[in-house]
């Protein structure tokens, strides 16, 4: 087997554990969005106190769902969950994102225009074909790229903590070992708090919440600086369907 037919396999491999996670997680997403979320850390309600007439809550209910779907309002009213815009923007791009790949696919293959279908089933579909797309390396990078781009958007509008990889070395500002990789950011950044770098442009400076970080181009020079490896610094800012799918 060439080189190229594993690199093919392997992005094939990836894009399927991209798929089968944002399987997963966009069911979560849309639950999000149900106007009668509760949200885990919102007090038990009081069994106690009388609740307000079935009919009304309903009424209020679908209320909110047709304000955010017209106009991204959230109507007044004591008892109307509050409706979250990042959330059915998250929505919007990944399913408008999955049809786009879906379409994609099949042109590329020669394949007839794909029937409409939810997500989900369009998910599965490009999934089935991913045998054939392994032998375009273009469309399988191509569709590598988009599910994991989708996958991360969903993780972040769910508020799932970015994946954080701890690497070796001492950091050359502070001497702490306090070095993360952020391979969702395809970064490096010390995570001491009192960490100040000697660059007068950086933010670390002047705004506590900053962290010093290095980009993918100055990994060479921080593994030279820090005691660390570039090896294991290429390895860990990999941002990996693996890793999301351990947490």
């Known amino acids: 087997m060439t080189t190229r037919a594993t690199e093919n396999e392997k992005t094939a491999r990836d894009a399927l554990l991209w798929i089968e996670l944002l399987l997963k997680q966009f069911p979560e997403l849309l639950g999000e969005l149900a106007p009668t ?7 038990p309600q009081d069994s106690a106190r009388p609740s307000a007439p079935q009919g009304r809550s309903r009424v209020e ?38 049809v786009e790949l879906d379409e994609a696919v099949h042109d590329r293959l020669r394949l007839p225009r794909p029937r409409r279908a939810q997500v ?4 599965l579909r490009v999934a089935s074909l991913l045998g054939r797309a ?26 799932v903590a970015e994946p954080v ?8 500002w502070c001497d702490s070992v306090s070095l993360r990789a952020f391979p969702a950011r395809r970064s490096v ?3 001491n708090p009192a960490c100040r770098c000697a660059d007068r442009e950086c933010d670390c400076r002047t705004d506590p919440a900053h962290r010093h970080a290095w980009s993918e181009g100055a ?29």
């Open 134 to 159: 392994a032998e375009d390396a273009l469309l399988m990078a191509h569709i590598r790229d988009e599910v994991r781009r989708m996958a991360r958007r969903c993780t972040r509008a769910l508020g």
């Open 165 to 172: 990889v701890r690497v070796r070395g001492r950091c050359p």
């Open 37 to 43: 979320h509760r949200s885990p850390s919102a007090p």
């Open 61 to 98: 209910r679908d209320e909110a769902l047709r304000a955010e779907q017209l106009h991204g309002l959230t109507p007044s009213g004591p008892t109307t969950a509050p409706l979250r815009l990042h959330v059915s923007d998250a929505i919007r791009d990944i399913s408008d994102g999955v």
């Open 189 to 191: 950044l010390c995570v």
């Open 120 to 123: 989900a089933e369009r998910l």
């Open 219 to 247: 990994w060479a020079r921080l593994a030279k600086e820090s005691g660390g490896d570039l090896t294991e610094l290429n390895g860990s800012t990999v941002d990996t369907a693996e890793r999301e799918v351990r947490r």
